[in-house]
């Protein structure tokens, strides 16, 4: 019999995607087992950034605030497109009063708009689309998230449930040769692998420099490694 089942959890900044699937063989009469679990892990390099950019503006009415915006923002997404990204999606539109509030009386001031986009990048590209964004009206960009790309992060987790199985294959064998014996046929396997998938904070963490009086070279992203980790059990019969 085998069974799979996967399952979703989202929590805090984190996507957990839970991955279980068992094999169980019906037991015979009187028959021995031995069970062992295993854990395998794979590095895999982070070669995608994932990061937010926003512009924001204010003025006397709502229609000029978010006139400002809707035309910046129309000339970073072209000058975003030319430079090549992996995707770029909209991820907010908003237009609010701003308020003051002397002598505890609340006074609308004028309306703020703002417009944010999520980018996702190759990290050799990472720097320069950031600087492009800088150069087109951005006001704020959030700290990026690095990451293996889905289809790397597949193959490594296909990977790791292969050593891990090995792993337990290996200490059941162990166990047995100590007291002479063999197995003689796999039972049960269980597959358990949690491996989290980054997702970018909602706020944004570097604000705009005065590029003008402060000459700087081009934003560097520098990537890690990804662990991705599974873990099996084994009953095996003997």
């Known amino acids: 019999m085998k069974r799979c089942v996967k399952k979703s959890l989202y929590s805090g900044l984190l996507i957990l995607g839970f991955v279980s699937c068992s094999y169980a063989a019906t037991p015979l009469p009187n028959e021995r087992t031995i069970t062992a679990s295993g854990s395998g892990e794979?590095?895999?390099?982070?070669?995608?950034?994932t990061f937010q950019l926003a512009i924001n503006q204010t003025a006397k009415t709502a229609k000029e605030a978010q006139l400002e915006v809707r035309t910046q923002a129309d000339g970073l997404i072209k000058a975003l497109k030319a430079a090549n990204p992996i995707s770029?999606?909209?991820?907010?539109?908003?237009?609010?009063?701003?308020?003051?509030?002397?002598?505890?009386?609340?006074k609308i001031t004028g309306y703020?708009?703002?417009?944010?986009?999520?980018?996702?990048?190759?990290?050799?590209?990472?720097?320069?689309?950031?600087?492009?964004?800088?150069?087109?009206?951005?006001?704020?960009?959030?700290?990026?998230?690095?990451s293996a790309s889905s289809t790397e992060r597949a193959k490594a987790e296909l990977e790791a449930i292969k050593l891990a199985t090995l792993d337990a294959k290996q200490q059941a064998d162990a166990a047995l040769a100590a007291l002479n014996l063999k197995a003689t046929g796999i039972?049960?396997?269980?597959?358990?692998?949690?491996?989290?998938t980054p997702n970018p904070t909602p706020r944004y963490a570097l604000m705009r420099a005065d590029s003008a009086n402060s000459p700087a070279p081009a934003t560097s992203i520098e990537a890690n490694q990804e662990n991705v980790q599974a873990n099996v059990s084994l009953t095996l019969s003997y």
């Open 42 to 49: 794979v590095l895999i390099p982070q070669t995608q950034a």
């Open 88 to 106: 770029i999606e909209t991820v907010a539109v908003n237009v609010a009063p701003t308020w003051s509030y002397a002598n505890n009386i609340s």
């Open 112 to 146: 703020s708009a703002s417009y944010a986009l999520q980018v996702k990048a190759k990290i050799s590209d990472a720097g320069k689309i950031i600087d492009t964004a800088m150069d087109n009206g951005v006001t704020n960009v959030n700290n990026p998230v690095l």
């Open 187 to 196: 039972k049960q396997i269980n597959i358990q692998n949690s491996n989290p």
